[in-house]
């Protein structure tokens, strides 16, 4: 029994001094994770008609190394009324998920914006921290859009009557020479001024849903960003039975950014959307020289070759990316820029399928352990690293407590 009491000092006395070696070693070797920060902007449309603005489809993502994520989604902005169906969401250690279900409402307009009908708006937002990392996702979307004459058409006062005016007098000159096909351009323009007075759409616009979304993995932080195009109708002859006279169909738009987390390096892809414009066959016919259809690519313009003031042109940005003093890097995915009916009051302005991303990371860095105090005594002063006395003279009492207990039970045996 005795025997056994000294063995089981002398492996307390082990253990502790390993544990007082090996520790410090264990915490030199922790490392801190590198800080980082990505964030992700998308918008389906910013629409100007007759110089009155609005954008729709609108979403935001971003997350930090916190972590923390949050995102925005947003159905439409509109000025001097604010945002219409906005969903957020936002989340981090003490809340580690933050979901809004989809939320759809119906589009308000300033009672001095007649030309426009919107359908409904949704957006939805997420954000979550799961395992120490952040991701945020936002959706938004409005279905369709219809730039509308109806309301001014029937007004002889309104200011916007005179744009819509000089728009239907300039397709004469448009059918003047669809004479030569044999057809009667007098009879053809007064049916579409007469379908334009029934349906009222001068411009009809199915717009795609925008996204953005921020992630993260023990290696890689991610921001994407993507618009899903478009397809815009300029004058709709719908009661006519006929084709618009153009149609522009816009790609979808992306964007990403990837931040190598253990280089701090970042890395950038982008997708700028491609355009394609189709001409209803009457009217290809009667613009002999105009191709169609006719594809568009990034750092392109193409003008449709109407006469004014209905001539409509394209321009199709491609990407960009930089990094800036602070060393966080940003991509873009211009929008496609259309200006439709130029000739009227400024006409129809469009900028579909815009991204952009942004994204930054610090290098890993080791843990770095406080200094103790300086200790100082007569004769002696100590600075800076970690000293080992009281290492010695813990060692020293375990060592002196173990053969004090052995040479105890040696004496009690001798005794028997």
Do not use: W
């Amino acid at each position: 029994m005795n025997r056994s009491r000294s063995r089981f000092a002398a492996a307390v006395a082990a253990l502790l001094a390993t544990v007082l070696l090996v520790a410090p070693a264990a915490r030199a070797d922790t490392t801190l994770p590198g800080a980082y920060n990505a964030k992700a902007d998308a918008t389906a449309l910013d629409l100007t008609v007759f110089g009155q603005g609005l954008s729709v489809g609108l979403t935001h993502a971003d997350n930090a190394s916190e972590p923390k994520a949050a995102a925005t989604g947003i159905g439409a902005l509109i000025p001097g009324l604010g945002n219409q169906t906005e969903e957020s969401a936002e989340a981090n250690l003490q809340q580690p998920l933050d979901q809004t279900t989809p939320g759809c409402g119906p589009v308000t307009l300033p009672p001095d914006f007649p030309v426009l009908d919107l359908s409904t708006a949704c957006a939805d937002a997420m954000a979550k921290v799961e395992n120490q990392l952040p991701l945020s996702l936002a959706n938004a979307s409005v279905a369709s859009i219809d730039v509308n004459g109806n309301e001014v058409l029937g007004q002889a006062t309104t200011p916007v009557n005179q744009p819509i005016g000089e728009l239907l007098t300039g397709l004469q000159p448009v059918f003047d020479a669809v004479n030569q096909t044999g057809i009667d351009a007098n009879s053809l323009l007064n049916q579409i001024v007469a379908a334009i007075t029934q349906d009222g759409n001068l411009v009809r616009i199915s717009l795609g849903p925008s996204r953005s979304e921020t992630s993260a993995d023990s290696a890689i932080e991610t921001a994407k960003a993507a618009a899903q195009g478009a397809t815009i109708q300029v004058l709709p002859r719908d009661t006519l039975g006929l084709a618009p006279v153009a149609t522009i169909d816009v790609g979808a738009s992306g964007n990403t950014i990837n931040i190598d987390r253990a280089a701090g390096k970042a890395t950038v892809s982008y997708d700028p959307a491609l355009v394609r414009i189709t001409l209803a066959p009457d009217i290809a016919a009667a613009l002999a020289g105009v191709p169609s259809p006719v594809e568009v690519t990034p750092g392109q313009s193409f003008c449709l070759g109407l006469p004014a003031p209905l001539d409509s042109c394209i321009t199709v940005a491609g990407g960009s990316s930089s990094t800036d003093a602070n060393g966080v890097t940003h991509a873009e995915a211009s929008a496609v820029s259309l200006h439709l009916l130029t000739g009227v009051q400024d006409g129809i302005r469009l900028d579909l399928a815009k991204t952009s991303v942004e994204g930054v990371g610090a290098l890993d860095t080791a843990r770095v352990e406080a200094a103790p105090p300086a200790v100082e005594g007569p004769g002696l002063a100590r600075t800076g690293g970690t000293s080992q006395l009281p290492l010695v003279a813990v060692l020293f009492g375990l060592g002196f407590a173990g053969v004090t207990l052995s040479r105890s039970a040696r004496r009690r045996e001798l005794l028997r």
